[in-house]
């Protein structure tokens, strides 16, 4: 009796109260999370897992040694995947950095690219920490993680340097500006592990490759990175 009446007042509040579409903002069927079906199975997917050689992969040739690199979606300005990650990142939508976290793992868990035994999420400092409340990176890696059976480890890796946005720096500069920003947690390093390092978009990756050289600092590490989105 109770489970009817819940159900029925969940259907209600549905009515009146619709959740929303992350990425088209159309309210959700009963039945479908963070996505509605066509956003789900029509965001344009780069299918890059399926590929060794790709254009998010490029990005690090040369730089740092990396078993593979992914991004689930492509990134373009004013469009859907961009309001997708926008909430997740500036609207408390937590949820949605678990939900694409776990298509992602799931869609990985049969291909190529490599399995990972820890998921390492791209930290922020402290400071930006405290002034948004959360990373939304945690939230990716978590919801992947999850589907892949893997450890999540967010203190894997931290910030020891507050840096100045990226956004409006030349590619080079962006680099300079990441030396020597992240250091490792020794007390939480496992030697000898297949480690899938994740942020939310790349665009240059000097953010990923600063991070990537740090856990790349734990003996018999094979790292690998993904995103949400790449731009």
């Not at 969940?10 to 088209?24: G, M």
């Not at 050689?53 to 859907?80: L, R």
């Not at 035994?117 to 409340?133: F, N, Q, T, W």
């Amino acid at each position: 009796m109770k489970t009817r009446i819940k159900k029925m007042s969940d259907d209600l509040l549905w009515i009146f109260y619709p959740t929303l579409c992350a990425a088209c903002d159309r309210p959700l069927l009963m039945g479908e999370e963070c996505l509605c079906t066509f956003c789900k199975y029509y965001l344009p997917r780069t299918h890059f897992h399926l590929q060794s050689i790709n254009p998010v992969a490029k990005h690090f040739w040369g730089k740092v040694p990396i078993q593979a690199a992914t991004s689930y979606y492509y990134f373009s300005k004013g469009e859907k995947v961009q309001r997708l990650i926008h909430k997740l990142k500036y609207k408390d939508r937590k949820d949605v950095g678990m939900y694409i976290g776990q298509l992602m793992g799931s869609d990985m868990k049969d291909s190529p690219f490599p399995k990972p035994d820890i998921v390492v999420p791209v930290p922020l400092h402290e400071k930006k920490l405290k002034l948004r409340g959360y990373n939304q990176s945690d939230f990716i890696a978590e919801g992947f993680a999850k589907s892949m059976n893997a450890v999540f480890e967010p203190q894997m890796v931290y910030r020891n340097k507050e840096t100045e946005t990226q956004t409006r720096k030349h590619r080079f500069d962006r680099y300079m500006n990441m030396d020597n920003v992240f250091s490792i947690n020794k007390e939480l390093a496992a030697s000898d592990k297949n480690i899938l390092l994740i942020d939310d978009v790349i665009t240059t990756g000097s953010t990923l490759i600063s991070c990537a050289e740090a856990l790349l600092e734990i003996p018999g590490t094979k790292l690998s990175i993904a995103s949400i989105a790449c731009a």
